[in-house]
């Protein structure tokens, strides 16, 4: 009865920290929120418990030789297909990725705990968020993100010129795509861009800077 209660705790305490790190990753507005990283971590530790303990009975038998461990191994590999679940590569952007490596991380935390590494568990969660949150803090003015953007416009020479305006203010343009859209006597283009912007310019700077163009419409920015 005591072990079965060690065993409730461990899946208790592995969900609750697969939970906070979800719960960056909600306020993130990512693919995979505070749900599913708390299904992750008390699925891995439920798993890592059965592999421990599930197969006691079998290897007292004699002439029985197997390695439980594998099948706590196999969350290490499956959790890839989720994590592959989450990334997306769509115009020359690939979005995703640290959620899917908060997920595999999520995943170890969940062993550990179910193992009975509370401590260990509890490091990597902090260690975790470290990641996600102080080092994006610190580092956030090094290197470039994706940003895109959809727009029309009925004079085909301001896209040019939002092209260069966006080449003059710092952001490199990745991907440009140019579709006509004839209605009777007038012509609309629509335009669908995607740019390689500083860490700390986000959606809404690039927002902001096409809205200083009166002759496009902006229909999404993300």
Do not use: C
């Not at 993130?28 to 749900?35: I, L, S, T």
Request: cysteine-free; overall charge negative.
């Amino acid at each position: 009865m005591i072990m079965t209660w060690d065993f409730i705790l461990r899946l208790f305490v592995a969900g609750m920290l697969g939970a906070v790190v979800g719960l960056d990753r909600e306020y993130r507005a990512k693919e995979a929120g505070y749900r599913t990283h708390f299904l992750v971590a008390l699925g891995s530790a439920l798993i890592m418990i059965v592999s421990q303990y599930g197969f006691q009975d079998i290897i007292q038998e004699d002439g029985v030789s197997l390695d439980p461990s594998r099948v706590a191994a196999q969350v290490v590999s499956g959790i890839g297909f989720i994590g592959a679940g989450t990334i997306i590569f769509q115009k020359q952007m690939v979005r995703g990725l640290t959620t899917a490596a908060g997920l595999w991380a999520t995943a170890g935390i969940g062993l550990a705990v179910g193992a009975g590494l509370f401590w260990l568990g509890i490091a990597a969660t902090a260690l975790t968020l470290v990641g996600l949150e102080v080092l994006n803090f610190f580092f956030k003015s090094i290197g470039l993100r994706s940003v895109s953007a959809n727009f029309s416009v009925r004079d085909k020479e301001m896209v040019k010129t939002v092209i260069e305006r966006l080449n003059a203010e710092g952001y490199r343009l990745v991907n440009y795509e140019l579709s006509a859209d004839a209605h009777s006597d007038n012509t609309t283009y629509d335009v669908s861009i995607t740019v390689k912007a500083p860490h700390k310019r986000d959606e809404s700077s690039l927002l902001l800077f096409l809205e200083e163009f009166q002759e496009i419409t902006i229909t999404k920015v993300e």
